[in-house]
């Protein structure tokens, strides 16, 4: 496929995934134009620095003569009226699955899957790939934000790729990779999979349809990731196993030396620094060099790609990986990842998309190291009527650690899957050991959070609904009243 002379129409722009790709397209050398709901995302932001047009709403008459090709994402049917104008014209129509699917066949590919950890671990090893080589490295990446502080999307080459390669409806079975980090497999997508063990026997599939004598990465802390190692074991005896975690074996066994430092088994006397605090979180961090020195080294001709190439010695790996390591501390953030957006008042302003019992617990985790003297206001948004049903008492559990909560009406997004009598966001908010509270509306959540917020507060929007903008609106409020 020659990028360079399409022009690509995106329907669907503003999810995540999508402008990534967007940004990405872009900076390939395609046209790129694209259209979505009126309701403001912080995608939007991105493609407006980007100067990408997107055009509300999804008429048929949307698509300029000159589209050569449409990409839409997957939460929206085929009978919409603009894809259903790119039919009748005969246009190529990919799902945003698919065309990643098409993307990785045209260059070594690699993916991080996971149930948790997938973003993040994509966004830590783009800054590694990036820092580490200063900015040398011909590869490109797309996943589901960026990082803050830095370009949106990098693109440098394309000798390589990195993508988050997401289990959901089994999208990530048409991919083909060279290698996948798998950071954990627990039971999620309650819609498509009927159990853990579905959801496990997608992750088999993956493994399937790795290339010959390629590389499987996993975390040694997961208990399903490890059942995947096992499956490895048996099923693909010519891949590469490479271990990270606390309890993995050496080399990427890590250790925790003091507050942000540690060190791995084969950098013993290197110390180097992690941000992060929640052990899952430092597992992405250490997951992502281990895939990031598996992308430099698996080179036809690896030029390691190195600052100070006098670093170079006989001892590659542990030189490598000491190379890399040193980028860790300056790692910034992810956009929407326990993302920091403003202090006012005595507030910390956060927005987390944390959907899943597991994610808020180490969300939570990591924000109670983070700020030991801060009570904690939640303002989560259930995001689909099928998880919040299938994990009603987990949330109510995870959510519990926190001070006090106000569980926002469920978002059914572009998937549909509202509910369809009560809302089950109103039985998780009286589930809850907390204060708890049910609001219909952001009107409610943000009078309620203006009310309890005090000094020494954490504020966050959590979830995977379209709830971010609470935090700037509620600072506001707590102004206009003081």
Known sequence: MDLHAQHCYLVGMKGTGMASLAVLLARMGCRVRGCDRDEVFFTDAILDQERLICDIGFSENLLESDTSLV??????????????????????????????????????????????????????????LREASDSDFPFYAVYGSSQTGGQYFPYYGSECALFEACEYQDHFLGYDLRAVLVTSIEFDHPDYFRSLEDVKRSFEALIDRLKGGGIFIYCADDEGACGLSEYVATHRRDLTVLAYGFSAPPPFRIKQN???????????????????????????????LVLSLAMLLDRPKPRLYMQDQSLITDEILPTVAESLSRHLGSYTACTGRTEVLLQQDGVVYIDDYAHHPTEIRTSLDELHQRYPDHKVLVIFCPHTASRTLAFSHEFARALSRCDALIVQATYASARGDGPSGMDPAEVLACQASCISSYAKDDYTAMSLASLWLQERWLCITMGAGNNRSLCERIARQRRSLS
């Open 258 to 288: 003091g507050p942000d430092l540690y060190t791995l088994a084969l950098l013993q006397d290197r110390p180097f620094v992690v941000r992060a605090k929640a052990k899952a979180l430092v597992c992405d961090h250490i997951g992502a």
């Open 71 to 128: 990409i839409y994402s997957s939460a929206y049917p085929l009978d919409t009226p603009v894809l259903q104008a790119a039919k009748k014209r005969n246009l190529p129509l990919y799902s945003y699955p698919a065309f990643i699917a098409e993307l990785t066949s045209l260059q070594d590919s690699y993916a991080v899957a996971g149930t948790h950890g997938k973003t993040t671990t994509c966004s830590v090893a783009s800054h590694l």
